[in-house]
């Protein structure tokens, strides 16, 4: 009896061995990679920096956005160490509408804005510890870091408020499932003023990843777990708010700062009193160019063997309201075509077939292939973006596919649409009249719909189409500042 209770353990024992032998092993490995950063990051002093910072932060003016992992990587009682950490960190601040504002975005694979709370919900320090205590934790089945920091672009800094800074603190456990959109998306919110720090806990989250997101190397944090989170308190928040500001920070051990890119003083004297006063003011963020900010290669499909000239004709004035948008005006924005060729019919003489073969002449035409729609969207996603066409790896990629009539093989251009969609491509599909049902244009267009769907219900709107994509295409942002 005891022999077999023992050959029945052995091989739990094993893979308990062998779990620890392996989490042993990615331990050392992560430990010899820090020793390698530690020449370019400084790891957190956990000893040194264990307490809360004190109030009032210099009587900086911010608009401050937490993005917080909510994936199932990490367990429910860490994601409650995260919102813990958010909740004590901005006691430190003086939140109000005019002063220092506060949002928090949690995301997994995707978005979650239920769970979430944008800039101008709260107004007080209590209702935003209150409403960061209540998130709930949504153990998402992917880490899109990239969706998260795209919503930032279309959503919490849509119309970015004057005179402050602007401060977005990222918090992960592991690498985005798209880091190139990753870093796109950062990039431009670099571009247009904000500054970005990056927390990585734990193992799985790598220097690459956090690189690409963070503004600076000194905005760069790595954490062995979320108890960890608590010890950083003191050096992000000497980030956020520089000693020179203040005397709050005197008793803390050295830690270079981040240089505020945008912030200048001047030294102005009221009427009433003889005493300077230091006024901190804040140039109007620089909106770069759609291209700069954030590149596009963009392919056209359309299918010329069905086009008559009418077709041809509003087509073309679909790509031309594309190309003069000032947004296409800059380098970064690339366009091209992809489109059905002719099929190759040859020639057959009187001789090739006589009495005695003339019922195989219909064979002819047997090797006659004309592309359809999934053909032309399945080049799309194989060889449409390739660096061959003069494709770009960094730059987004988009198709606009333009249909005139309901394709024959609609299921399997759904199929091809949807295999495109999940390589990354962002579509466009636009109907060029009534013969083409929404219900297929929405199959085939990215999300969300109502801005990469486009129905032409008479001739006049066919000029709206361009400017309606580049609309969609450049970020909001861009677009209402020059408005």
């Not at 700069?292 to 004035?317: G, S, W, Y």
């Not at 004309?370 to 987004?396: K, M, P, V």
């Not at 596919?401 to 093989?409: K, N, R, T, Y």
């Amino acid at each position: 009896m005891a022999n077999n209770v023992i050959w029945l353990l052995m091989p739990m024992l094993f893979m308990w061995a062998k779990g620890n032998i392996f989490n042993d092993y990615i331990r050392q490995a992560y430990r010899d990679e820090a020793r390698i950063e530690d020449n370019i990051i400084p790891r957190t002093n956990l000893n040194e920096l264990s307490s809360l910072l004190t109030k009032g932060c210099g009587g900086i003016d911010a608009d401050i956005v937490f993005v917080l992992d909510n994936s199932a990587s990490i367990w429910a009682p860490d994601f409650k160490k995260q919102t813990a950490f958010v909740r004590d960190f901005v006691s430190v601040f003086n939140i109000g509408p005019k002063s220092v504002r506060v949002a928090v975005i949690t995301f997994g694979d995707r978005v979650y804005s239920r769970h979430s709370f944008l800039l101008w919900k709260y107004k007080n320090e209590k209702d935003v510890k209150s409403a960061v205590m209540d998130i709930p934790y949504m153990a998402g089945v992917q880490t899109r870091t990239d969706k998260a920091l795209e919503y930032l672009k279309k959503v919490v800094f849509r119309k970015m408020r004057k005179g402050v800074e602007h401060i977005v603190i990222v918090m992960t456990d592991g690498d985005s499932l798209y880091p190139m959109r990753t870093h796109r998306s950062a990039r431009y919110l670099k571009h247009i003023g904000v500054t970005l720090y990056a927390i990585g806990v734990g193992f799985s989250v790598s220097l690459k990843e956090l690189k690409s997101i963070a503004s600076s190397a000194e905005g760069i944090f790595r954490v062995d777990n979320f108890d960890a989170l608590q010890n950083i308190k003191k050096q992000l928040g000497v980030q956020i708010c520089p000693a020179s500001s203040g005397n709050e920070f005197d008793e803390l051990p050295k830690v270079t700062t981040v240089k505020q890119k945008v912030t200048t003083t001047t030294t102005t004297r009221r009427p009433t009193t003889t005493i300077p006063t230091t006024v901190p003011t804040t140039p109007v963020p620089t909106i770069p160019p759609c291209g700069l900010a954030d590149p596009a290669d963009i392919n056209f499909v359309c299918d010329a063997v069905q086009m008559d000239a009418a077709t041809n004709r509003d087509v073309k004035e679909i790509v031309k309201g594309l190309v003069m948008t000032e947004e296409m005006q800059h380098e970064g924005m690339q366009v091209a075509l992809i489109t059905s060729e002719c099929p190759e019919l040859p020639s057959v003489p009187f001789s090739e077939y006589q009495s005695d073969n003339v019922t195989k002449f219909p064979e002819v035409f047997d090797d006659v292939h004309y592309q359809t729609y999934g053909d032309l969207i399945e080049i799309l996603e194989n060889d449409g973006f390739s660096e061959s066409r003069g494709g770009r790896e960094s730059a987004r990629h988009v198709g606009v596919v333009i249909l005139s009539q309901e394709p024959d093989d609609a299921e399997d251009v759904i199929i091809k649409a949807d295999k495109a969609k999940r390589s990354g491509v962002e579509l466009f599909a636009v109907g060029l009249n009534k013969k083409v049902r929404r219900m297929v244009l929405e199959q085939i267009a990215s999300e969300p719909k109502r801005d990469h769907v486009i129905m032409i219900g008479s001739r006049g709107e066919v000029a709206e189409v361009g400017p309606r994509i580049a609309k969609t295409l450049c970020p909001r942002a861009r677009l209402e500042f020059l408005n």
